[in-house]
C-alpha cells in the first residue's frame, strides 16, 4: 500500500497563507484529497484531484480559498491555503483514491477512501 506524509502544517494568524504538502512512498496512479478534522467534530472533505490534475473539487467553505494542485512527477499534492480562517483549524489528512479520476462532479465530496496519511495540525488564531 502506498504510504501518505503530510507536511506544512503550523500555527498561522488569520489571514495568513499556509501550504499543506503530500507525499506517496510509490507511484500514486490514482486521484488524491484533503479531508480535515476539527477538534470534536467529523472528519470532513476538503478538496480532491485527478491523477492528471485536470480535475478538481472543493468543498464550498473552501472554495475561492484554497487551491489543490499536483507536483509534476504525480506523487506529490499540495493545497495552497490562502485567507485562513479559524473555523479552518483542524487535522488536515492526505487521501488517495481512484474514484476521484471518474466521479460526476456532484458527488467527489462524497468519497471515502480507506488510504489515509497520518493527518497534520493546522491552527488559524484570530
Known amino acids: 500500500q502506498v504510504q501518505l506524509t503530510e507536511s506544512g502544517g503550523g500555527l498561522v494568524q488569520a489571514g495568513d497563507s499556509l501550504r499543506l504538502s503530500c507525499s506517496a512512498s510509490g507511484r500514486a496512479f490514482s486521484g488524491m484529497g484533503w479531508f480535515r478534522q476539527p477538534a470534536g467534530a467529523d472528519r470532513e472533505f476538503v478538496a480532491a484531484?485527478?491523477?492528471?490534475?485536470?480535475?478538481?473539487y472543493y468543498s464550498p467553505s473552501v472554495k475561492g480559498r484554497f487551491i489543490v494542485s499536483r507536483g509534476k512527477d504525480k506523487n506529490t499534492m499540495f493545497l495552497d491555503m490562502n485567507n485562513l480562517r479559524p473555523e479552518d483549524t483542524a487535522v488536515y489528512y492526505c487521501?488517495?483514491?481512484?474514484?476521484?479520476?471518474?466521479?460526476?462532479?456532484?458527488?467527489?465530496?462524497?468519497?471515502?477512501?480507506?488510504?489515509w496519511g497520518r493527518g497534520i495540525q493546522v491552527t488559524v488564531a484570530s
Open positions: 484531484i485527478s491523477w492528471s490534475g485536470v480535475s478538481t
Open positions: 487521501a488517495l483514491d481512484s474514484r476521484w479520476d471518474y466521479c460526476p462532479a456532484s458527488e467527489c465530496h462524497a468519497v471515502r477512501p480507506e488510504n
